[in-house]
């Protein structure tokens, strides 16, 4: 096993989700599916609350078992329900501040991964998922990640989308209401580009009580390559996502 020119980067808060704290799901089946070595670099991004430092020290104390690095933000948030302004101004940041990483940057690609969710295969190794998405967006500058899509979210006959070849497959013009766009599933990414995009939106954040912060991610990101179709994603019948949190 080679690693690959990938970063993994995930973003995690000691405020969990409903109270539940899913990090440890996520990470172990991680690495049920993959050897974590493949990555040449591991990151977890950590929102810590007040009154939260045992469960700071204990998802730190989970990384450091798994030679993952963490970089912590110290910013009592409250669920997006209760104030989205707020809620995705501070993830831009945290966003931003990962990838600002200069050892991050160093890889020209990056795996996201949102502490509540689970990997899925079929037919095929995550391994082998990971390198034919670098192999893709390598054979195809002008796009700018591979999604592992939600399942439940992929139906044959209600959306639009190109087929790249048996496991990639790109979003079309009319994939969705807003086009093609950008969601914080887990994906494929070039560093550099969300590196760039998120810079970009440091400058935007006051808007994000009005538009979600997925739509602007996409406006963005899209301001990164000339092709009007720069998003696509993993066959879901072989990999897919699932949501825990």
Not at 55 to 71: E, G, H, P, T, Y
Not at 127 to 142: A, C, R, T, V, Y
Not at 225 to 233: A, G, K, L, M, V
Request: hydrophobic share 30%; net charge negative; glycine share 4%.
């Amino acid at each position: 096993m080679s690693t690959l020119p990938v970063n993994l980067i995930v973003f995690c808060t000691t405020m969990g989700h409903g109270g539940r704290h899913t990090y440890q799901d996520c990470l172990n089946n991680l690495r049920s599916k993959v050897d974590l070595s493949i990555f040449s670099n591991k990151l977890l991004h950590l929102k810590s609350r007040d009154g939260e430092e045992n469960i700071a020290d204990q998802i730190k104390s989970f990384c450091s078992d798994l030679n993952i690095r963490v970089i912590e933000t110290k910013e009592n948030i409250v669920h997006h329900s209760e104030n989205h302004l707020k809620h995705s101004a501070g993830y831009f940041k945290d966003i931003f501040k990962s990838y600002s990483d200069p050892i991050i940057r160093e890889q020209k690609y990056s795996f996201w991964l949102e502490d509540d969710e689970l990997i899925q295969t079929s037919k095929i190794t995550l391994e082998d998922g990971f390198k034919k998405s670098i192999d893709f967006l390598e054979e195809n500058p002008q796009q700018i990640c591979v999604r592992f899509n939600r399942a439940k979210d992929f139906k044959d006959d209600d959306l639009e989308y190109l087929v790249e070849n048996e496991n990639i497959f790109t979003q079309a013009i009319n994939y969705t209401q807003y086009g093609p766009t950008f969601t914080f599933q887990p994906n494929i990414n070039r560093t550099d580009q969300i590196f760039t995009a998120w810079k970009e939106a440091q400058n935007h954040l006051d808007k994000l009580g009005k538009v979600h912060c997925e739509i602007m991610s996409g406006f963005l990101l899209k301001k990164m390559t000339d092709c009007e179709t720069p998003f696509s994603f993993f066959n879901p019948k072989k990999i897919y996502s699932k949501t825990i949190g």
